[in-house]
T-cell receptor, first 109, second 113 residues
Framework: RKEVEQDPGPFNVPEGATVAFNCTYS??????FFWYRQDCRKEPKLLMS???SGNEDGRFTAQLNRASQYISLLIRDSKLSDSATYLC??????????FGAGTTVTVRA | SAVISQKPSRDICQRGTSLTIQCQVD?????MFWYRQQPGQSLTLIAT?????????ESGFVIDKFPISRPNLTFSTLTVSNMSPEDSSIYLC??????????FGQGTRLTVV
């Protein structure tokens, strides 16, 4: 079983739509959680950390459910520039990151 | 935050040769890592680059194939040795600069022919 599993998508949505997707993680001892964004042929970049109480950053809302071991990301009012692959990332011990395979989002005009 | 410069950004290499990838961080960092991202897949951790000592390799990766150096807190190299087409991938270095946020180099896109 993979440590981090994500719905690969792709999610094709029109501009202005809301899109949401989840990931699950297997290690209950995982300590911190992130969503990274990766554009085509580029390195991953941090989108946002995910906190137990849930957190929002502009149009992006992240939720963490430790009991069920899943993390979600919701994007409101999608923009063309939101088109990317979103990586669910879990930090275990020793700062080692486990990456999901990514969820591809395409926002169309 | 940390800025990581990684080079080369891409290379095409003959099978059987070796390529060394360099990663320079603009500040001292506690942890540095090397990842591989094969086409269409996510990142897989190769090893933790330990300053002044041998790297710690993940299952499936060995020092003879992927020797790593980290002579100080701001610099590391990864060598892909005796390359085969299966080594064609993107290689990324990563660093933690305090806190829990990881920063990444721009990646090295390697093609082995």
């Amino acid at each position: 079983r993979k440590e981090v599993e994500q719905d690969p998508g792709p999610f094709n949505v029109p501009e202005g739509a809301t899109v949401a997707f989840n990931c699950t993680y297997s290690n209950s001892a995982s300590q911190s959680f992130f969503w990274y964004r990766q554009d085509c042929r580029k390195e991953p970049k941090l989108l946002m950390s995910v906190y137990s109480s849930g957190n929002e950053d502009g149009r992006f809302t992240a939720q963490l459910n430790r009991a069920s071991q899943y993390i979600s990301l919701l994007i409101r009012d999608s923009k063309l520039s939101d088109s990317a692959t979103y990586l669910c990332v879990v930090n275990g011990i020793d700062y080692k990151l486990s990456f999901g395979a990514g969820t591809t989002v395409t926002v169309r005009a | 935050s940390a800025v990581i410069s990684q080079k080369p950004s891409r290379d095409i290499c003959q099978r059987g040769t070796s390529l060394t990838i360099q990663c320079q961080v603009d500040s001292q960092v506690t942890m540095m890592f090397w990842y591989r991202q094969q086409p269409g897949q996510s990142l897989t951790l190769i090893a933790t680059a330990n300053q002044g000592s041998e790297a710690t390799y993940e299952s499936g990766f060995v020092i003879d194939k992927f020797p790593i150096s980290r002579p100080n807190l701001t610099f590391s190299t990864l060598t892909v040795s005796n390359m085969s087409p299966e080594d064609s991938s993107i290689y990324l270095c990563s660093a933690f600069s305090g806190g829990s946020q990881a920063f990444f180099g721009q990646g090295t896109r390697l093609t082995v022919v």
